[in-house]
């Protein structure tokens, strides 16, 4: 696994790839690597010739400065956490590789970075989708892996890829989940022990909400049900709680399409989200109207 910090550097390795017609498989991070990272470069790994994954902390999308300090930066024990994965290049750029001097830019995706993280971190889709398009672009890549824990980022990215023609097939994969149910994140190590031992009720008020709406009980209910079982377990503070259409996100007060039930709350000081998603209800059939053929 090489090591790469500058862009030209990267350009020289992926053109003798190009140069043996290799695919490149792509999974960019910010680095404090766990499991559900980790199954995203084995998706890759599985999927194209070249893997590459970047690690790169983008000050542009973290909305509150303190939450930028105190993110985790681990490189030499990510870089341990990738070896026995035999990934091709481990990118991570130099911040003037990303914003050189006098970089004036900003990719803003409208739609579907309306409300949910958009609303509360005014700001953040900005400065993903435009990190997002210049690492997509910088490791030319063919596939990109993202985890559906952010699946407001992963329709973000969806989007742009379309709109700006870029030639990456933007693949999702499903959430990892700790043994009692939360999902993983880089953000849970900052939980102390009572607040890890409470997190799980994330999943489980999705739960019990999706299930109650697929049963054919009212949305507010169950969102209400759902957000006594967070106040409940310490999760006072809620962002949002909310059932949203897949895969367009717009707000719905019945599930009468695919949608998705969405949460980010605050615990022990730590923002923590996930979703899941809700079926809608099968309507019943009509009846056929065909008159029954006489055998
Ligand atoms: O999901 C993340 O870790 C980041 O938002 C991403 C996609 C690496 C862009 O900085």
Not at 91 to 104: L, T
Not at 141 to 160: C, H, I, N, P, T
């Amino acid at each position: 696994m090489k090591i790469i910090r500058r862009k030209a550097d990267l350009r020289e390795v992926t053109q003798t790839w190009r140069d043996d017609g290799a695919s490149i498989g792509v999974v960019l991070t910010m680095g404090a690597l766990h499991a559900g990272h980790l199954s995203l470069v084995q998706a890759a790994k599985a999927r194209a010739d070249r893997v590459i994954v970047t690690i790169f902390v983008n000050p542009r999308q973290f909305n509150n400065p303190e939450d930028l300090a105190k993110y985790p930066r681990t490189e030499d024990s990510d870089a341990a956490k990738l070896a026995p994965l035999a990934i091709d290049v481990l990118y991570v750029p130099d911040p003037d590789q990303i914003y050189p001097e006098g970089f004036a830019t900003t990719i803003s995706v409208t739609g579907v970075s309306d409300g949910l993280c958009g609303a509360t971190r005014p700001g953040h889709f900005d400065g993903v989708a435009t990190v997002v398009a210049k690492l997509l672009l910088q490791t030319d890549a063919d596939f990109s892996f993202f985890g559906e824990k952010d699946y407001q980022q992963l329709q973000v990215v969806r989007r742009l890829v379309t709109d700006l023609d870029l030639k990456t097939r933007i693949i999702p994969c499903p959430t990892l989940r700790e043994p009692d149910g939360l999902a993983m994140s880089s953000r849970n190590l900052r939980l102390g022990a009572e607040a890890r031992a409470a997190a799980p009720v994330i999943r489980d008020a999705l739960t019990a909400a999706a299930r109650r709406i697929e049963t054919g009980g009212d949305v507010a209910g169950a969102l209400e049900g759902a957000r006594r079982a967070l106040i409940a377990a310490g999760l006072a503070e809620i962002d949002y709680l909310d059932l949203r259409a897949d895969p367009d996100l717009a707000p719905l007060a019945s599930a009468d399409r695919p949608a998705r039930l969405f949460v980010a709350a605050w615990l022990d000081g730590v923002r923590l989200i996930d979703n899941l998603p809700v079926q809608p209800r099968q309507a019943a059939q009509p009846p056929d109207p065909r008159p029954v053929e006489p055998a």
